[in-house]
């Protein structure tokens, strides 16, 4: 008899197998959103810039926070220029010392040569961009990394931080396109299960926003989008409103002057197709969290006489109609807000003078109230 | 082990460039030995600029790549390896054309997703078994297969369609279809 056809059966009965292996140990992913407990209107009612970095030469941008133990960090990338291989993220350490904040001295806080060395496998990384807090690992980073060619080649890299720098890397697994053009910009999402999705989004011509979860070893295990026809919509800002609905904000790479906004009512399994708010944005992305209920608060770009003022507002219908309740500008365009709770107070942190810096500011519910 | 894998899988694919690019003026003999000497540079130098471009250029690897490279070798050497056909390269085109599209969102559905999962793998693994007992073709379940016992072992990627298909196929297909139709 034929060996081949043997050989097949063979091989098929291992598939069965593994197969029976795999759904066995595959555990099914909550889709209930752990929603934050209401922020208490406590505190001294203060707001306090504790941070305005601006390099002597070249450009800092996009910062995003880092919750610790002791306070928060805030890392950016720093270089010559956005995109340029001499572009690593640079960080400083924020602690609370009585009723004031302290920021460490900036320094290289993830190189593209650690990074280089710490990546399995070994691989060039030619620049870095927008790096996140993988807060379903503490001392993990989820950093945008370009190995070969610009933004649209971009991948996400999971990287495991010490004292010293990266230890250990590797990429998320999010495209059949050699892995590439998956982009990370808005903090992660946190379920009642205790796991995290990530906000993401997928920039290679076509663009859309996606959800990226992952099984219990930390791999990506599945990946939901949301998409329009009617605009590049990318960098998602996601905000649960109860445990099953939630709102992501997206902006529109294409300049269509609106915030964009899709919808889901199942935990993020399905989300609407996009639809402009009415909202003015610049083609930049927005912050936005949680009060808790549903009042939220958003850092955006959104007066269209002053495009490069950054704009607090809050929502006392989730989402439906805003009201400034503070400004801030200059020097020059203030953009890439992030915003996170941490402890009873809000730390948020922008771009300053178009790319040019990043600064950072702390206050509370008390604040916010009083506005 | 993830990063050995991607660096044996390099090493026989950039071999495999070596073997081909010899093979245009030396016979299967030399060709080989030129392979091999690519190969073993790429494992001896794998922290070195070009190599570790190479694979921040085609990382991950899968099977599929390495395994169609030692398949050009075997039949160069006279072993017996059955050809792809017209009708089934040309299928394989469109459907990964369409495989590529949906990844991008530009189609309805994310076929991607589907590699995450336990249930539609198994489901796709098997219909690849069955195609290969009717076409008498053990090459394609056997990639199948090895790419399912790395992804279920969790070495590599975490979708099964990364253990199977590579970019690099298009363009591989593509002069494969057209040295056949012409």
């Known amino acids: 008899m034929d060996l081949v056809p043997l050989a097949i059966l063979a091989l098929a009965a291992l598939s069965l197998g593994l197969s029976a292996v795999a759904i066995r140990r595959d555990r099914p992913l909550c889709w209930r959103f752990a929603v934050p407990d209401p922020l208490p209107e406590t505190g001294n009612g203060r707001f306090c810039t504790v941070l305005d970095h601006r390099p002597e030469t070249g450009q800092a941008h996009a910062p995003a926070i880092v919750p610790r133990e002791d306070g928060v960090s805030v890392l950016w990338f720093q270089g010559s220029a956005e995109a340029q291989p001499d572009v690593d993220i640079w960080g400083v350490d924020l602690r609370r010392q009585g009723d004031t904040w302290q920021a460490s001295e900036p320094e290289p806080h993830l190189t593209r040569k650690g990074l280089g060395r710490a990546l399995a496998p070994h691989q060039l990384v030619v620049t870095l961009g927008n790096t996140m807090s993988h807060d379903g690992t503490p001392g993990h980073l989820l950093a945008t990394v370009v190995s070969v060619g610009g933004w649209a080649m971009a991948a996400i890299a999971d990287v495991t931080m010490s004292r010293d720098g990266p230890v250990t890397a590797s990429k998320l697994d999010l495209s059949p396109i050699l892995n590439r053009s998956f982009l990370v910009k808005s903090p992660m999402l946190a379920y009642e299960d205790g796991s995290y999705a990530l906000p993401a989004y997928f920039e290679m011509g076509p663009t859309f926003g996606a959800l990226v979860r992952f099984d219990d070893a930390g791999r990506v295990r599945d990946r939901r989008w949301m998409r329009s026809r009617r605009a590049k919509v990318i960098q998602p800002m996601i905000v649960p409103l109860d445990a099953q609905r939630a709102l992501a904000f997206l902006r529109d790479f294409d300049r269509s002057d609106a915030l964009w906004l899709s919808r889901t009512e199942d935990g993020g399994q399905d989300w609407s197709a996009p639809e402009p708010t009415g909202h003015y944005n610049p083609s930049a992305p927005v912050a936005a969290l949680s009060l808790g209920d549903g009042r939220l608060l958003m850092a955006a770009n959104a007066d269209p006489a002053a ?40 730390v948020l942190v922008h771009s300053t003078g178009g790319k040019h810096g990043v600064a950072a500011h702390v206050f509370d519910a008390a604040w916010v109230a009083a506005r | 082990m993830r990063a050995t894998l991607d660096h044996i899988a390099l ?68 072993l017996p390896v059955l050809p792809f056909g017209t009708v089934e390269i040309s299928v394989f085109l469109a459907a990964y054309a369409a495989f590529l599209a949906s990844a991008m969102g530009l189609l309805p559905v994310d076929l991607y997703r589907l590699g995450y999962a336990p249930r539609p793998v198994a489901a796709m693994v098997l219909i690849v078994c069955a195609y290969g007992l009717v076409a008498g073709s053990l090459f394609l379940p056997l990639v199948a297969v090895t790419g399912q016992v790395l992804w279920v072992a969790g070495l590599g990627s975490s979708n099964w369609f990364d253990h199977v298909l590579h970019a690099m196929l298009m363009p591989v297909a593509v002069v494969v279809l057209l040295m056949q139709v012409f």
């Open chain 2, 11 to 78: 090493a026989i694919v950039l071999g495999w460039m070596g073997f081909a690019l010899a093979g245009l003026v030396a016979g299967p003999a030399l060709a080989s030995i030129a392979g091999g000497m690519v190969s073993a540079l790429v494992l001896v130098l794998q922290r070195s600029t070009p190599v570790a471009g190479a694979m921040a250029l085609l990382s991950p690897l899968g099977v599929m790549l390495p395994a169609l490279a030692l398949r050009d070798v075997s039949a160069a050497w006279g």
């Open chain 1, 307 to 346: 495009p490069d003022a950054l704009i607090l507002s809050v929502s006392d219908d989730e989402g439906t109609s805003w009201r400034e309740i503070h400004r801030l500008t200059g020097p020059g365009a203030l953009r890439y807000p992030m915003l996170r709770r941490v402890g009873g107070e809000i």
